[in-house]
Structure formats: C-alpha cells, structure tokens
C-alpha cells in the first residue's frame, strides 16, 4: 500500500513569493491533514478535511494560507505571500474517517530567504 | 490544557539499555495517546499508541506505560538499538481529531 505522497521535497522562495505544496492521501483515507513542524518542535495542525469539507481550520493563518480539497482525495496547501517565519517542514498526514491513527507523509522543507 | 509536555529534549543510552521518554497531559479529553519516531529528513512514523482504559500496551522492544490518575504516559524501548536513534514524539487526541504533540526528544544510542 502506497504512503501519503507529498511534492515538492524542498522549496526554496524568495520572501513575499507564492508557494504551493501538494499532498495525495493513502487510497481510502477520508480524513487529510496539514501540520507545520518548526526546527526542533513536534508538528502543530493547520487544517483537517473529511472528504472535502474543512472541519477545522482554526489554527490556519488565513490571511496569508489557503488550502483546498477540491474532489475530496488530493489537497493542495498555498501560502501567499510568503514571509521568512513561514521556513519550516509542513506534513500532510491521513487518515480513515473517525479512525485515530494518522500516517505522515515525507513532508515538504520549506527555506524562504 | 492543550499541552502535552514531553522530557528529556535529548537522551544517550549505550548500546542494549533501556531508553525512557516521559510525557505529561492535562486535558482528561484526550482518549488516544501515540508515540512517533522521526528520522531526519522523514515524516512521523507511528510506532505504537495506547488509549487510556489500559496501564501497558507492548509491542515487541516498545512498551507504552499509562497512568491515568497522574496524567502521564512513558515509552520504554527494551534492548536499545543504534538503529532506534531518532527524534521520538508522544501526543494525544480526542474524538479522533488533531494530534498535540510534544515537544520531542532526540535519542541517541552508543554502540
């Protein structure tokens, strides 16, 4: 069974350029979320789907990120612009509905200089 | 009450000891507490997990000890390994939600 597959690896922007990350879940994973994992700290949710509806969102700093589930499978996470804080890993993990165990995909390092 | 705190940051064990990672919770919410392993340049791995109406969940060299009136949770790795070297993250959730996670504790073993 394939894993959550996430693209680009790395990411290298200048500040106040767009970026996106693209994330596609374990097949028959209902459940997709983004986390954001600073240097040396444990990852910290941005948003979670079931299917394609965002069920939380609280933690998105919407001024400046975006992200969409459009047909409920792949998801797409954008930031714009972006800023030198936003240099950090961001992981998109899965999961079956209302199941508790998430699997992480390799994540996406993201250097904004 | 959103916190998970986790001890030590760092920890060496020699080859064939026993590694102990501790973690603290306040939020009697949660119902489900897993550990991760991260390897540089990897995703979280979930080693094992433990929900809160069992004291010990075991799984091969990987024990998860849960005390439910202290609010804590250890893992203990039996027979430590150079390969088990890596960064090593408890968390918690409810309802099947998000995941808080601790702050991480990095092992490294001796051969």
């Known amino acids: 069974e394939a894993g959550v597959v996430q693209s680009p690896r790395y990411k290298i922007i200048e500040k106040k350029q767009p970026v996106a990350f693209w994330c596609n879940p374990i097949?028959?994973?209902?459940?997709l979320y983004w986390y954001l994992q600073n240097l040396g700290q444990g990852p910290e949710l941005l948003i979670r789907?079931?299917?394609?509806?965002?069920?939380?969102d609280s933690q998105l700093p919407k001024d400046r990120f975006s992200a969409e589930r459009l047909k409920g499978v792949d998801s797409t996470l954008k930031i714009q612009p972006a800023e030198l804080g936003d240099s950090a890993v961001y992981l998109c993990?899965?999961?079956?509905?209302?199941?508790?165990?998430?699997?992480f995909g390799p994540g996406t390092r993201l250097t904004v200089t | 009450q959103q916190q998970v705190k986790q001890s030590p940051q760092s920890l060496i064990v020699q080859k064939g000891g026993i590694s102990i990672i501790n973690c603290a919770y306040e939020n009697t919410a949660f119902d489900y507490f897993p550990w991760y392993q991260q390897f540089p340049g990897k995703g979280p791995a979930l080693l094992i997990a433990i929900r809160p109406d069992v004291s010990e969940k075991k799984e091969g060299r990987f024990t998860i000890s849960f005390n439910k009136s202290a609010k804590q949770f250890s893992l203990h790795i039996m027979d430590s390994q150079p390969g088990d070297s890596a960064t090593y993250f408890c968390?918690?959730?409810?309802?099947?939600?998000?995941?808080?996670f601790g702050q991480g504790t990095r092992l490294t073993i001796n051969p």
């Open positions: 789907y079931e299917n394609e509806e965002a069920v939380d």
């Open positions: 968390a918690a959730s409810w309802g099947a939600q998000k995941l808080v």
């Open positions: 097949s028959g994973h209902n459940t």
């Open positions: 993990a899965s999961s079956k509905n209302h199941d508790y165990e998430q699997y």
